[in-house]
């Protein structure tokens, strides 16, 4: 699949109290993919946790920001990243997509002086088809969270890598992520919630999702304390052993091969 592709989880952190006491790193998604380096969804300390990655991350030698949304535990290392890639705006390069929310508006995240240090800013909507050089991805349909967001998916050599972002679990979800071979899902909730406005995944919801995508193998992430106190690692074993799928919890620093 292209040499030598590969997913690193820089964090693994999702929901306020996680990322407020960093139980996990809010850090986003490492993509080497093909010849292109990006990173999806910059949380805190991404900056930090490129540096200290091991193999280093050179956050100058990033290709591409992509934030599915503007909340801050997706955006907040977006601003000092573009600024990082760019070496302060010497080097105009670089693309960002995000959704239009993260650009225009009340809760806009970019700060306007660094946009001109890009080569571009791609706007993302839901169902489009979008490009980087020689790596391609679609947009899902518009996902249920109180932002505008989509979830994101690959292309890479025939493979479909796909990211199920923050979302509430709704008719239509599982559907646009049809034919996924290797599937990231958010999963902030360990329970079902009682309360419709956290939207959010919980294991019933991935376990319907799953059934229904039928992927060969699954990374769950973005954890909230539900999560990380039922141990994501147990419930990835239970979930494999009931579903018959190949799933795993990642952990931070988790480096995933994308060979073959
Ligand atoms: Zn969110």
């Known amino acids: 699949m292209g040499g030598d592709s590969f997913i690193k989880f820089l964090g693994t952190a999702g929901a306020r109290f996680v990322v407020a006491r960093q139980l996990r790193s809010s850090a986003g998604i490492f993509l080497?993919?093909?010849s292109k380096n990006i990173i999806l969804?910059?949380?805190?300390?991404?900056l930090a946790r490129c540096a200290s990655s091991r193999p280093g991350?050179?956050?100058?030698?990033?290709?591409?920001?992509?934030?599915?949304?503007?909340?801050?535990?997706h955006s907040n290392d977006v601003n000092i990243l573009i600024d990082a890639m760019t070496n302060g705006g010497i080097n105009k390069k670089g693309v960002l997509f995000a959704p239009g929310e993260c650009l225009n508006g009340e809760n806009a995240v970019v700060l306007k002086y660094l946009r001109g240090f890009l080569e571009d800013i791609l706007v993302l909507e839901e169902n489009c088809e979008y490009s980087l050089g020689d790596v391609k991805f679609r947009t899902s349909v518009r996902l249920a969270h109180p932002v505008e967001t989509y979830g994101i998916r690959f292309n890479l050599a025939g493979k479909n890598i796909s990211f199920i972002t923050d979302t509430n679990l709704f008719p239509g979800l599982a559907g646009s992520f049809a034919n996924s071979d290797i599937l990231v899902i958010n999963i902030v909730r360990f329970k079902s919630k009682e309360c419709p406005r956290i939207?959010?995944?919980?294991?019933?919801d991935v376990k319907?999702?799953?059934?229904?995508i039928k992927p060969k193998k699954v990374f769950l992430t973005h954890f909230g304390t539900t999560m990380l106190k039922a141990k994501p690692w147990k419930v990835a074993e239970e979930l494999t052993?009931?579903?018959?799928?190949?799933?795993?919890?990642?952990?931070?620093?988790m480096k995933v091969d994308l060979e073959g």
Do not use: C, R, Y
């Open 32 to 34: 080497k993919f093909q």
């Open 41 to 46: 969804d910059p949380g805190p300390g991404t």
């Open 57 to 73: 991350i050179d956050a100058s030698g990033l290709d591409a920001i992509i934030l599915t949304h503007a909340h801050i535990d």
């Open 199 to 204: 939207m959010h995944l919980s294991v019933p």
């Open 208 to 212: 319907e999702l799953i059934l229904a």
């Open 241 to 253: 052993e009931e579903l018959g799928v190949n799933i795993k919890a990642a952990s931070d620093g």
